[in-house]
């Protein structure tokens, strides 16, 4: 009964029929506090779902504040990790919620994040291992936020231990995998044939060019990747809505970044 309940809460958060998906990530407030575009929750969510998007990404007590009573539904996936950029550990992930408290809160998905390379990576594999257990036990799907960043990492965006980062992702258990973009299609193909889950890339810090955008969600797309899990250059964007109509002519349509930019300009 469990994998029934895994493959309709999957429908939730990725599109049954390209296998892919446009994630959007509001859970910054906890990590850096609440900068411009997740002050009204409730307002980003009705503008990303309004777009296309397929699910947004969560601390658990925002979850009744940004409930869908109107519009267009989207998934809901709790972050069960959290750190502070105040903090002496930043890149230190602790486990704030359970995959039962999230189930109780209506998650169609969890996630979680882990930093490889770092001091405290121990710990947060330890906490990968129980997650994934009891998302396995309660047939609830399960995204593995995975980045190299640590003392032992020089580039987190280097394509061979971005590689290895998605690699612990799935072995671990992980039903999708989030990484940084590693520059380009042929790079990132690299990360994709290693990883035995759909793959998605993270957005990073906010850009000042759309195409810059686009470009990385199409060469991810061209690359094998899953789709995109993006967070401040969705939501700090002049129009979160034609930017997620944007990424999704690319995702789903397989559209090029020309005419990606041509929704933008509606």
């Given amino acids: 009964m469990t994998i029934i309940g895994k493959q309709i809460r999957m429908e939730r958060i990725i599109d049954r029929n390209t296998g892919r998906t446009i994630i959007v990530p509001l859970d910054h407030g906890v990590s850096v506090g609440p900068i411009e575009g997740i002050n ?99 047939g609830m799907p399960l995204l593995a936020m995975m980045y190299p960043r640590g003392e032992k990492i020089k580039d987190e965006y280097d394509v061979e231990v971005v590689k290895h980062a998605a690699r612990v992702g799935c072995e671990m258990g992980a039903d999708i995998v989030k990484v940084s973009y590693t520059g380009s299609p042929e790079t990132f193909a690299k990360v994709v044939e290693g990883c035995t889950v759909p793959v998605v890339i993270a957005g990073g810090a906010k850009m000042n060019s759309d195409r810059d955008i686009l470009e990385m969600v199409k060469g991810s797309i061209d690359a094998g990747g899953s789709g995109c899990s993006i967070g401040r250059n969705v939501f700090q964007h002049k129009n979160p809505t034609l930017m997620v109509k944007a990424m999704a002519a690319i995702v789903f349509e397989n559209k090029s970044v020309d005419d990606a930019l041509k929704i933008l300009k509606q």
């Fill in 40 to 138: 009204d929750i409730k307002t980003t969510v009705a503008l990303v779902a309004e777009g296309g998007a397929n699910a947004i990404v969560e601390h658990k007590g925002l979850v009744g504040v940004g409930h869908r009573r109107r519009g267009s539904d989207i998934g809901l996936i709790i972050h069960l990790s959290a750190s502070t950029s105040l903090s002496v550990y930043p890149h230190s992930k602790t486990l704030v919620c359970s995959v039962e408290e999230a189930i109780k809160l209506g998650a169609d998905a969890v996630s979680i994040h882990v930093n490889i390379g770092n001091s405290q990576e121990k710990e947060m594999l330890h906490d990968f291992g129980r997650v994934s257990y009891e998302s396995r036990t309660w």
